[in-house]
């Protein structure tokens, strides 16, 4: 039986699409601890699993509004922000609730997008036939300085 191979189409797709650096992140683990010098609270480190190729792109209209799961209740004031992570097939499966952060951008890329974060809603998907990997996402609102 032949199979289909796709490395070859998964190396054009990631030369034409994978073109900034994305860094997959589970944030660390703890309570904040407050720094008696500056005043402020410092947030335990992020575990870093994966720092490479990658791109991030709205996955439908961004900025949905979310109900809340019962009917008979008002909308949420909470937004999704549908995205999507794409990194190569060899970079990790994501898990749920890591962060996603753009590192750095292609020259000509949208500068905007340095540090930005998103929240990761499912795992990768995962296929049989895939060229890229595809991580489902929901944008931070606010960083934890900010008072997530």
Request: charged letters at 20%.
């Amino acid at each position: 039986m032949m199979s289909l191979d796709l490395s070859g189409i998964a190396r054009v797709v990631e030369d034409l699409v994978l073109l900034d650096t994305v860094q997959f992140s589970r944030p660390g683990a703890g309570a904040p601890v407050f720094d008696q010098e500056t005043g402020e609270y410092t947030y335990p480190q992020d575990e870093i699993l994966y720092e490479g190729r990658g791109a991030v792109q709205v996955a439908s209209s961004p900025g949905g509004v979310s109900p809340l799961p019962l009917p008979n209740l008002p909308w949420s004031d909470e937004t999704t922000s549908r995205y999507r992570a794409l990194t190569p097939l060899s970079a990790p499966i994501a898990e749920r609730d890591m962060l996603v952060t753009v590192v750095a951008v292609h020259p000509g890329g949208d500068l905007a997008l340095l540090g930005r974060q998103w929240r990761v809603t499912d795992p990768s998907v995962a296929g049989t036939l895939g060229a890229v990997r595809i991580t489902s996402l929901d944008q931070v609102q606010q960083t934890r300085e900010g008072g997530t």
